[in-house]
């Protein structure tokens, strides 16, 4: 059951992957690409662990006001 979560993702990326190559984008050109996705991710992630969190993000209010219907 632990794993199912790695099997679902490796069958995500492998047909990401297939995507681009059939419409003619070299296989490893590709593979760079999602690599690079990562790192971006990866990099992210080390700045800002939990960007929810940051104060600079202004909640919406809720549609609940009298004029809203």
Known sequence: MTNEWQADLKLKVEDLVDKFV?????HEEVLKAVSDQLDRLRSA???DPDPADDASVIDEPANDWHAAN
């Open 22 to 26: 059939v419409q003619g984008m070299a």
């Open 45 to 47: 992630r080390q700045k």
